[in-house]
């Protein structure tokens, strides 16, 4: 009950009415008065505990407080897999899948799929011109990605490219934040750019983005090796059943001058044990476990365990919502359809507040 005697309630009376003018001067519903992330992924396979704790956590965390939109970017995808077009298109679903098991509620976070917003297309022909060559050549991610697959001479130019329309991907929907995992940096870098060159040629039209990067920007491999990545095939998938779990975690890579379970042990840089820094909430156990490794009181085994138990009770609820899904297909259509229809609109009015700032807004 609000009561208008006090300051409080007539305060809350006022906002009443200054919301409802504020509604009444937008054609924009209230749901899009908060601030806007945009973020994404590939379709070209499953997403992995990587994922989850550089950008899917956050994402998770932040879908209530945020107009969040996440875009399956299939047209990016191909600048990678342009010969095999039907490993994107198959990816898309699994992709829903996974978002909605790690906890993503499609009445909260809208998902878009990047090649159904031709805005972004559009959008992207016109960053073209606000970049130089030689700069999307120079970032630093896409020079690593050049290298690792070997291009040589044949380098598509639609690859090199991505980051410009990576750009449009997230100025289209006026982005405030865009949670990813630290290899993306230099992406938003190169967005933050073109927007200020946009706005500083033709007047304050498009939003600069923030990057966000979560609690492990950057997850160490089951192997040791600097990343979990599919290529590297040291992944656990979110969709790894808990006996999978269990597998991966007893083989994993833990210190190797460590011989015996009474040898002292190293957990520094030890993947098992950031692994329990970043998926097992009982921190006392890690503590434990922590200084009985150091002192050779624990052996890898009891370890291991322990950590196969906490990423499974993260994952068991995953497992659930995903099965709940995959039994109604229907469902991934609908969440599909109605995210291409909200997304348009919204990329839509963007593209125009554009076209008007370069006054190619023709009316004929
Ligand atoms: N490049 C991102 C990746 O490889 C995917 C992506 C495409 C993206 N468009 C985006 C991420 C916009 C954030 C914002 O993971």
Same mark, same amino acid.
């Given at each position: 009950?609000v009561?208008?005697?006090?300051l409080a309630?007539w305060?809350?009376?006022?906002k009443?009415?200054?919301?409802k003018?504020?509604?009444a001067?937008s054609n924009?519903?209230?749901?899009t008065?908060?601030? @806007?992330?945009?973020?994404g992924?590939? =379709?070209?396979g499953?997403?992995?505990?990587g994922?989850?704790?550089?950008?899917l956590?956050n994402r998770?965390?932040l879908?209530d407080? %945020?107009?969040?939109?996440?875009?399956?970017?299939d047209v $990016?995808?191909?600048?990678?897999?342009?010969?095999?077009?039907?490993?994107?298109?198959?990816?898309?679903?699994e992709?829903?899948l996974?978002y909605v098991?790690?906890?993503?509620?499609p009445?909260?976070?809208?998902?878009v799929i990047?090649s159904e917003m031709p805005?972004?297309?559009?959008?992207?022909?016109?960053?073209l011109?606000m970049v130089s060559?030689n700069?999307?050549l120079?970032?630093?991610t896409?020079?690593?990605?050049?290298?690792q697959k070997?291009f040589?001479?044949?380098?598509p130019?639609?690859?090199?490219?991505?980051?410009?329309?990576?750009?449009?991907d997230?100025?289209?929907?006026?982005?405030?934040?865009v =949670?990813?995992g630290?290899?993306?940096l230099?992406?938003?870098?190169q967005?933050?750019?073109?927007?200020?060159?946009?706005?500083?040629?033709?007047?304050e039209? #498009?939003v600069?983005p923030?990057?966000? &990067?979560g609690?492990?920007?950057?997850?160490?491999? #089951? /192997?040791?090796k600097?990343k979990?990545s599919?290529?590297?095939?040291n992944?656990i998938?979110l969709s790894?059943?808990a006996?999978?779990?269990?597998?991966k975690v007893?083989?994993m890579?833990?210190?190797?001058?460590r011989?015996?379970?009474? /040898?002292p042990g190293h957990?520094?840089?030890?993947?098992?044990?950031i692994?329990h820094?970043?998926?097992?909430?009982?921190k006392?156990e &890690?503590? /434990?476990?922590?200084k009985?490794? $150091?002192?050779g009181?624990?052996?890898d085994v009891?370890?291991k365990?322990?950590?196969?138990?906490?990423?499974?009770v993260?994952?068991?609820p995953?497992?659930e @919502?995903?099965k709940?899904?995959?039994q109604?297909p229907d469902k991934i259509?609908e969440i599909?359809?109605?995210g291409?229809?909200?997304?348009?609109?919204?990329?839509g009015?963007?593209l125009?507040?554009?076209?008007?700032?370069?006054k190619i807004n %023709?009316?004929?």
């Amino acid at each position: 009950m609000v009561k208008y005697g006090s300051l409080a309630g007539w305060l809350s009376w006022l906002k009443h009415f200054i919301h409802k003018e504020e509604i009444a001067s937008s054609n924009l519903a209230p749901a899009t008065m908060k601030k @806007r992330i945009l973020t994404g992924d590939r =379709p070209s396979g499953k997403l992995h505990l990587g994922h989850y704790v550089g950008s899917l956590a956050n994402r998770v965390r932040l879908q209530d407080d %945020y107009d969040q939109y996440i875009l399956i970017a299939d047209v $990016q995808a191909l600048t990678d897999n342009y010969e095999n077009p039907e490993r994107v298109v198959n990816s898309v679903r699994e992709l829903v899948l996974d978002y909605v098991a790690a906890g993503i509620d499609p009445q909260k976070s809208t998902i878009v799929i990047q090649s159904e917003m031709p805005a972004i297309a559009e959008l992207t022909v016109f960053f073209l011109n606000m970049v130089s060559l030689n700069r999307v050549l120079r970032n630093p991610t896409v020079k690593m990605e050049i290298e690792q697959k070997g291009f040589g001479d044949s380098l598509p130019a639609g690859f090199a490219m991505y980051p410009v329309s990576q750009a449009a991907d997230i100025t289209a929907f006026e982005a405030d934040l865009v =949670p990813v995992g630290e290899d993306q940096l230099p992406m938003i870098e190169q967005t933050r750019e073109i927007v200020r060159k946009f706005n500083s040629l033709y007047g304050e039209t #498009l939003v600069e983005p923030e990057a966000l &990067v979560g609690e492990f920007p950057r997850l160490i491999g #089951l /192997d040791g090796k600097a990343k979990m990545s599919k290529s590297l095939g040291n992944s656990i998938y979110l969709s790894d059943s808990a006996e999978e779990v269990t597998k991966k975690v007893m083989s994993m890579y833990t210190d190797p001058s460590r011989l015996k379970p009474t /040898d002292p042990g190293h957990v520094e840089g030890n993947p098992v044990f950031i692994y329990h820094e970043a998926f097992n909430p009982n921190k006392e156990e &890690v503590a /434990d476990l922590r200084k009985r490794y $150091q002192e050779g009181k624990v052996g890898d085994v009891e370890v291991k365990q322990k950590l196969a138990a906490a990423i499974n009770v993260l994952l068991e609820p995953m497992r659930e @919502r995903r099965k709940e899904l995959e039994q109604n297909p229907d469902k991934i259509d609908e969440i599909l359809k109605l995210g291409i229809e909200k997304g348009r609109k919204v990329s839509g009015n963007v593209l125009a507040k554009v076209k008007t700032a370069m006054k190619i807004n %023709y009316s004929f």
